[in-house]
């Protein structure tokens, strides 16, 4: 279904006021996102895929963990908007050494095509100063305009989901699970295949989600996978075969329907996996980079990229 364009309507823009986030804000803006991004499945939803459901309280409550987390590591790059006392939008990002990057962005629905968005991004491409930034898109027609118009290559992204067919599961020798004494090897590589280091955010996804790593010096790689929804989450690698072991190795812990996210086309290196395991290509949103290639051989993750 096509996403109706608001009439652009600016008045009552100044009875917007953008700020900084404080925790205080969390449980509003959580409300916020949930309908922002409700809407925007419905909108962008195909026939063949099921009816978008409003967040549960778990996702809710894991939300807040994690915009909460950000605000705790770099305040300066999370903002609202408010109007009166209701928080209308948000926008979550974070500097990690020379790389910016976009976490979540919404704005609620009726309050869309008046400019809040641009403000918003406005606010949050300051705090990025001249750092490249990276991001991962929805389809959302006015999100994509926001990036374009800000200077961003959109890379559309491909998906591979179904079932793995076990029996194509090869042998994979070489991977162990990552300890916390990996992660600083882990920032060196990041910092090669993206231009900086996951710093603090290694050890938050460490907290929740399974890391395998791959840590013979000419075949260095991570991936983590979370296990609670059966997909891998973020992989990087220092090259293509690296990434497609640890791809599978993450494909074998998985049961049932998966999902192997944010594939650009530097990275075929992991259609090709998916298509071995029995998965189908689908497509869905984009990476967005300003001042950076895409990175490869790197599935990123959505929010902490
Ligand atoms: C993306 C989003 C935050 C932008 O907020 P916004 O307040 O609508 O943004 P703005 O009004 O500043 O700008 C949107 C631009 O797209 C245009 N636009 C808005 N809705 C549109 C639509 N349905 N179709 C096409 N263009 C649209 C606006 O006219 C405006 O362009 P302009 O500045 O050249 O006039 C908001 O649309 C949103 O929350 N979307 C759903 C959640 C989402 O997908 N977030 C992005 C995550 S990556």
């Known amino acids: 279904m096509r996403a109706p364009r608001p009439p652009r309507d600016h008045a009552c823009m100044d009875s917007v006021r953008i700020r900084l986030m404080s925790r205080d804000d969390l449980p509003a803006a959580e409300r916020a996102a949930a309908v922002a991004f409700l809407e925007g499945d419905r909108l962008s939803r195909r026939v063949s895929e099921p009816e978008p459901e409003p967040p549960t309280a778990e996702e809710s409550r894991r939300w807040i963990e994690l915009v909460g987390y950000f605000l705790s590591v770099d305040p300066a790059g999370c903002w609202?908007?408010?109007?009166?006392?209701?928080?209308?939008?948000?926008?979550?990002?974070?500097?990690?050494?020379?790389?910016?990057?976009?976490?979540?962005?919404?704005?609620?629905?009726?309050?869309?095509?008046?400019?809040?968005?641009?403000?918003?991004?406005?606010?949050?491409?300051?705090?990025?100063?001249?750092?490249?930034?990276?991001?991962?898109?929805?389809?959302?027609?006015?999100?994509?305009?926001?990036?374009?118009?800000?200077?961003?290559?959109?890379?559309?992204?491909?998906?591979?989901?179904?079932?793995?067919?076990?029996?194509?599961?090869?042998?994979?020798?070489?991977?162990?699970?990552?300890?916390?004494?990996?992660?600083?090897?882990?920032?060196?590589?990041?910092?090669?295949?993206?231009?900086?280091?996951?710093?603090?955010?290694?050890?938050?996804?460490?907290?929740?989600?399974?890391?395998?790593?791959?840590?013979?010096?000419?075949?260095?790689?991570?991936?983590?996978?979370?296990?609670?929804?059966?997909?891998?989450?973020?992989?990087?690698?220092?090259r293509p075969e690296t990434a497609q072991n640890l791809l599978w190795e993450a494909l074998a812990s998985t049961r049932g329907d998966t999902l192997v996210n944010c594939i650009t086309t530097g990275n075929h290196w992991a259609v090709d996996v998916g298509l071995a395991a029995r998965l189908d290509i689908g497509q869905e949103g984009y990476i967005a980079v300003r001042g950076m290639p895409a990175p490869a051989p790197y599935l990123a993750s959505g929010h902490y990229l």
């Open 80 to 238: 609202i908007a408010e109007e009166g006392r209701d928080v209308v939008g948000f926008a979550i990002s974070q500097n990690r050494g020379a790389l910016w990057y976009l976490a979540t962005y919404g704005v609620l629905p009726g309050r869309q095509g008046k400019g809040i968005g641009r403000r918003l991004m406005d606010a949050v491409l300051d705090h990025a100063g001249g750092r490249p930034v990276l991001l991962s898109s929805t389809v959302h027609p006015a999100a994509t305009r926001r990036y374009r118009l800000a200077g961003f290559t959109l890379h559309p992204q491909m998906r591979m989901v179904g079932t793995v067919d076990r029996s194509t599961l090869p042998a994979v020798r070489g991977l162990r699970e990552g300890r916390d004494d990996d992660l600083e090897w882990m920032d060196r590589l990041d910092t090669a295949v993206r231009g900086a280091g996951h710093g603090p955010d290694h050890a938050h996804m460490l907290e929740t989600l399974r890391l395998v790593v791959s840590d013979a010096s000419d075949r260095r790689g991570y991936v983590y996978i979370d296990e609670r929804r059966g997909r891998p989450e973020l992989l990087a690698a220092d």
